[in-house]
């Protein structure tokens, strides 16, 4: 399809940018960030950084920040006389959160197609079949992560990228479990909790709460791929926009 | 696709509740509020091989004036908690890993009166239910902790919380708001489990033009308080929901609000669909001395001088055990189970002959102010017809009245009370000689009366009881000992030291046809089973 080879030039780029502005930042440092960010700052800023008139967070530009130093000053010790507050985060905080920041310059949307979130809920409800996995409200299920309140807490490309390749990122609370028991019977199932001796897991059948003691399993696997089929083949591009447009839109947690 | 409620417990599982004791489907296990299990594998015989399974700490260290007063509902296999204030955990019964968590941070307006804590959830279908700190009632998926809905009782800011755990009576969830220290006006109501929308409200202070409003004199009903905090129970047979409602307010000064003062201090037994009440007893008019009625209402059927009742029973926290017509509220016997002063009796409807009072200089009354007893769940067995009470022998306070005015948001007690029983703290010290004042399992006659037996502790409990259909009585005190006794001499079978104040009540439950005890105390849940032989 026309759209994808577009996607994927502009991915590679946004890849290319954010390897080199974090560089020496791990992987598990961009999450604890990405998680502070979300828990305390997209509250006022929008998970996409662009809530706050004039301010633009994801786009790498800072008018009161000449660098990262700067930047964690402002997010300890806040903006006297604008809404900033201060926050009590440590040094080793402040810093997670810059380099989440930093990472985030890719904000942009890459279809850059406007999307309808009307039509993108008549997708989501009927076409998409998101419901069959996922829980938007008091509608769908919990065999799938839980959408409600989605649009406050990942961004536009984030969600994007989750519909046309879910492979890309499976955020650790989304992890699925394949088991196989000693008498050949398979289970699948979300993973809740783990630990030497067993999994705890939802299993995707009975959609009950279960554990599996790993002696009595033949074999299990938690897996590296999403559970989640990709709308690569199954959604043109403006569905796909319509779709993220209703999830963006996806902001009260009930 | 709704996700429905017609999933894992339907209410004809909550109803129907005896047919599976290996389950804990409601606050007292069943409806009938009796706490009594009729698992079989763990007897007199065998209780001295029962063994530390597993246990589940908290998340942080208790805050102060946290105490775990939840009781656990387990449904088949998984166990749902929460521990304070308001974080609900969902773990697995037989080794105790968690599935989910969910911590719900009350808002800082929170203004509890007794302690950030909370008594339990409710289940129905696939939803928990749970009461908030900061005066909303919610709901969450069982299977993954995701909210649902989220309903506002009360303004926190005014003192309205929620710490009762819920009860389901068919598709309605029935809670009220506590408050009655800081002149709340309270009500007790049923919910849409489905939606969280109110159905039905029955004012526990009732409003002008209600009946019951005139025994509150002047504009004193405004803040009268009658809070709900304890759980109530449910008749089927008769559709009929019994409640225990809170104090009147201001607490100590009752010249403020001549008159009795309805529905405080009362069992009230209402239409399950309308929430009309069909009758209710006052068992202190005019309470002066925060007694309340905020024990489990117990309901079992008896020979009544040779004739089937159907009653509902109460040890009260004001001293004497009651037991009424649950049909129509008539009055049956009513007993002092500890020292009593501030009544020299019942007369033979069951009101009090006072002869104690708060007083602007304060007065020596007994029990003292945390009472008799209180919210700690009784337990009733049918094997024995005894109700083990846990019980504060023979205490008492200076009650002092004052004139407070009422300003939102702060005490309204109108006075004091001493207490010559200190609160919980950290460290497990008790230096007070146990003859100023001791803790007990009392073993009630519910015929009479009689104290059958009593088990003696040094310190106080605010443990609640657990009875079985083999005999035994588990429960627990301020010193961290955790019993199995005799049900019907009160010798202690087995005992642990769990190192936590008990401040909840035991459940009893099995999975895949082992039966575990599971107790709360300080800030864990111990849970015990048979050693494996």
Redesign the interface.
Same mark, same amino acid.
């Given at each position: 399809m026309k759209h994808t080879s577009l996607l994927c030039a502009t991915l590679l780029t946004v890849m290319g940018m954010q390897a080199q502005e974090v560089h020496g930042v791990s992987p598990a440092d961009l999450e604890r960030g990405m998680q502070l960010f979300l828990n305390n700052c997209a509250g006022c800023h929008g998970p996409d950084g662009d809530l706050v008139a004039d301010v633009k967070l994801g786009s790498g530009k800072f008018r009161r920040a000449q660098g990262d130093n700067d930047l964690r000053g402002i997010i300890q010790r806040g903006i006297p006389g604008t809404p900033m507050p201060p926050g009590t985060y440590t040094d080793d905080q402040a810093g997670v959160i810059v380099a989440y920041l930093r990472s985030m310059t890719s904000s942009a949307r890459r279809t850059g197609l406007k999307g309808d979130a009307g039509r993108g809920k008549a997708i989501v409800q009927g076409k998409g079949q998101c419901?069959?996995c996922h829980?938007i409200g008091? #509608? #769908? +299920?919990?065999s799938g992560p /839980?959408l +409600?309140g989605i649009g406050g807490m990942r961004r536009e490309v984030d969600l994007e990228q989750s519909l046309i390749d879910p492979d890309a990122e499976i955020r650790p609370d989304n992890l699925t479990v394949r088991a196989v028991e000693k008498d050949g019977s398979k289970i699948t199932g979300?993973l809740?909790?783990m /630990?030497t001796y067993?999994l705890?897991i939802?299993d995707g059948g009975s959609?009950?709460?279960? +554990?599996l003691k790993k002696d009595s399993l033949r074999e299990y696997e938690v897996m590296k791929k999403s559970a989640m089929p990709s709308y690569r083949d199954k959604l043109n591009a403006q569905e796909i926009a319509d779709v993220v447009s209703y999830l963006v839109s996806l902001k009260e947690?009930? | 696709?709704?996700?429905g409620l017609s999933?894992?417990v339907p209410f004809s599982r909550i109803e129907n509740g005896a047919r599976e004791p290996q389950n804990w489907l409601t606050y007292s296990g069943r409806l009938d509020g009796q706490r009594y299990s009729t698992l079989t594998q763990i007897t007199p015989a065998n209780v001295k091989d029962l063994e530390l399974k597993w246990v589940l700490q908290t998340r942080a260290p208790a805050e102060p004036n946290s105490k775990y007063e939840a009781t656990s509902l387990v449904v *088949?296999?998984?166990l749902y908690t929460v521990q304070p204030p308001n974080v609900v955990v969902?773990l *697995?019964a037989?080794?105790g %890993?968690?599935?989910?968590t969910h911590a719900y941070t009350p808002a800082p307006a929170s203004r509890p009166c007794c302690g950030r804590i909370n008594r339990g959830l409710a289940i129905l279908g696939n939803t928990l239910f749970m009461g908030t700190l900061d005066g909303y009632l919610i709901a969450l *998926?069982a %299977?993954?902790g995701?909210?649902?809905?989220?309903t506002k009782l009360g303004r926190a800011e005014e003192g309205y919380s929620v710490t009762v755990a819920p009860l389901i009576v068919k598709d309605k969830v029935i809670a009220g708001p506590a408050g009655g220290e800081l002149g709340i006006s309270g009500y007790l109501s049923a919910y849409s489990a489905?939606t969280g929308k109110e159905v039905w409200r029955f004012n526990t202070i009732p409003q002008p033009g209600e009946p019951g409003h005139e025994s509150w004199g002047g504009d004193s009903w405004k803040h009268g308080g009658g809070s709900i905090w304890t759980t109530g129970s449910y008749d089927p047979e008769l559709n009929l929901i019994y409640w225990g409602i809170g104090n009147a307010g201001p607490d100590w000064n009752g010249d403020v609000r001549p008159g009795d003062n309805l529905y405080t201090s009362s069992f009230i037994a209402l239409d399950a669909d309308t929430g009309k009440l069909k009758w209710h007893f006052q068992f202190t008019p005019h309470d002066e001395f925060d007694f309340d009625a905020t024990q489990v209402p117990v309901l079992t059927d008896l020979q009544w001088n040779g004739k089937p009742r159907k009653v509902v029973m109460t040890a009260n926290r004001n001293g004497f055990f009651y037991v009424l017509d649950r049909v129509t509220g008539e009055f049956l016997l009513g007993k002092p189970f500890a020292k009593v002063t501030w009544a020299s009796g019942l007369d033979a409807g069951g009101r009090p002959i006072r002869t104690g009072h708060s007083t602007p200089q304060g007065s020596i009354v007994y029990p003292e102010n945390q009472g008799a007893t209180n919210w700690y769940n009784p337990a009733y067995s049918p094997r024995t017809g005894l109700l083990y009470v846990p019980s504060w022998m023979d205490t008492w306070s200076v009650y002092t009245s004052r004139v407070e005015p009422y300003q939102e948001g702060n005490w309204y007690s109108g006075g004091s009370a001493t207490h010559n029983v200190p609160g919980i703290r950290p460290g497990l010290v008790t230096r007070r000689l146990p003859e100023l004042a001791w803790g007990a399992i009392q073993a009630l006659d519910v015929k009479t009366g009689d104290v059958k037996w009593q088990f003696r502790m040094t310190d106080v409990t605010d443990s609640g009881v657990l009875a079985t259909s083999t005999d035994l009585v588990f429960a627990g005190g301020r010193e961290g000992y955790f019993y199995a006794l005799d049900a019907l001499t009160g010798a202690v079978l087995w005992k642990s030291m769990i190192g936590g104040a008990v401040s909840a009540g035991p459940t009893a439950y099995a999975v895949e046809g082992k039966e575990y005890i599971s107790i709360p105390a300080g800030n864990a849940i111990f849970t015990f089973g048979l050693r494996e032989q």
């Open positions: 419901l069959q829980r008091s #509608g #769908g +299920t919990v /839980d +409600t979300r809740m909790n /630990d067993s705890q939802l959609l009950k709460l279960r +554990t947690p009930i | 696709m709704a996700l999933a894992q *088949d296999g998984i969902a *697995d037989v080794n %890993r968690i599935f989910w *998926d %299977r993954d995701h909210l649902i809905w989220s489905e």
